[in-house]
T-cell receptor, first 114, second 113 residues
Framework: QKEVEQDPGPLSVPEGAIVSLNCTYS??????FMWYRQYSRKGPELLMY????GNKEDGRFTAQVDKSSKYISLFIRDSQPSDSATYLC??????????????FGQGTTLQVKP | DTEVTQTPKHLVMGMTNKKSLKCEQH?????MYWYKQKAKKPPELMFV???????INESVPSRFSPECPNSSLLNLHLHALQPEDSALYLC????????????FGPGTRLTVT
C-alpha cells in the first residue's frame, strides 16, 4: 500500500462546476499538507499548504484536512478551463525528523470543458 | 517573489556527453532539491542540500553529480547518461528542510540519445 493514495482520473467537468480532489494517507506522522498544480510540461506550482486540520481558503480554492480520517481535499469553485492541469497532493512529517522529503500522490488530471 | 529559475529549458545529449543543469533562487532559502519526473508520474526526490551540504542522496547513480556552490545556486552534473534518464529535472527550494513548503522551478526537459 502506498503512503499516499490519489485517484489519477482523468476527471472531466463542465466550466463553472465545483471540483473536489482528494488524497488519503496512511502515515499518521504527516503533519504538513500541500497541493500543487502542474500544467503540461511545466514545473509544479504550489497552490495551498496547511499545517492543521480544518479548512483553508484562498480565492476559489479551499484545502481541507481531516487528520482523524487521514484524508485531505482540494475544492475548486467556479472551475475554469485554465484550471485544466494535474493536481498533486504532497505531505511531510513534522519537526526534526523532517528531512525535507515530500511524499507525493500520483496526481489527478483535471479537464474543465468550456 | 517565489521564483526558482532553471537553465537550460531543454537539453539533448548523447550518452558520452558531459553537461550540467543549473538552478538559482534568490528567496534566501537554505534548502534546495533535485527531483526527476517521468511522464504521468509524480516528482521523485534525488538529492537534498541543507545549508549547502548534501543531506540526502536517494541512491542516485553516480552518473548524476550534484553541487551546491553557494546558498543560491544548485547544479546537477551529468555524465554517461542512459536513454532511460530522459525526463523532466526539477529543482525546488524551501526555507529549511523542517516544516516548510517547497517551491519548484520550471524544470529542464532532458533527452538522452
Amino acid at each position: 500500500q502506498k503512503e499516499v493514495e490519489q485517484d489519477p482520473g482523468p476527471l472531466s467537468v463542465p466550466e463553472g462546476a465545483i471540483v473536489s480532489l482528494n488524497c488519503t494517507y496512511s502515515n499518521s506522522a504527516f503533519q504538513y499538507f500541500m497541493w500543487y498544480r502542474q500544467y503540461s510540461r511545466k514545473g509544479p506550482e504550489l497552490l495551498m499548504y496547511t499545517y492543521s486540520s480544518g479548512n483553508k481558503e484562498d480565492g476559489r480554492f479551499t484545502a481541507q484536512v481531516d487528520k482523524s480520517s487521514k484524508y485531505i481535499s482540494l475544492f475548486i469553485r467556479d472551475s475554469q478551463p485554465s484550471d485544466s492541469a494535474t493536481y498533486l497532493c504532497a505531505m511531510s512529517v513534522r519537526g526534526s525528523s523532517n528531512t525535507g522529503k515530500l511524499i507525493f500522490g500520483q496526481g489527478t488530471t483535471l479537464q474543465v470543458k468550456p | 517573489d517565489t521564483e526558482v529559475t532553471q537553465t537550460p529549458k531543454h537539453l539533448v545529449m548523447g550518452m558520452t556527453n558531459k553537461k550540467s543543469l543549473k538552478c538559482e533562487q534568490h528567496m534566501g532559502h537554505r534548502a534546495m532539491y533535485w527531483y526527476k519526473q517521468k511522464a504521468k508520474k509524480p516528482p521523485e526526490l534525488m538529492f537534498v542540500y541543507s545549508y549547502e551540504k548534501l543531506s540526502i542522496n536517494e541512491s542516485v547513480p553516480s552518473r548524476f553529480s550534484p553541487e551546491c556552490p553557494n546558498s543560491s545556486l544548485l547544479n546537477l552534473h551529468l555524465h554517461a547518461l542512459q536513454p532511460e534518464d530522459s525526463a523532466l529535472y526539477l529543482c525546488a527550494s524551501s526555507w529549511g528542510t523542517s516544516n516548510y513548503e517547497q517551491y519548484f522551478g520550471p524544470g529542464t526537459r532532458l533527452t538522452v540519445t
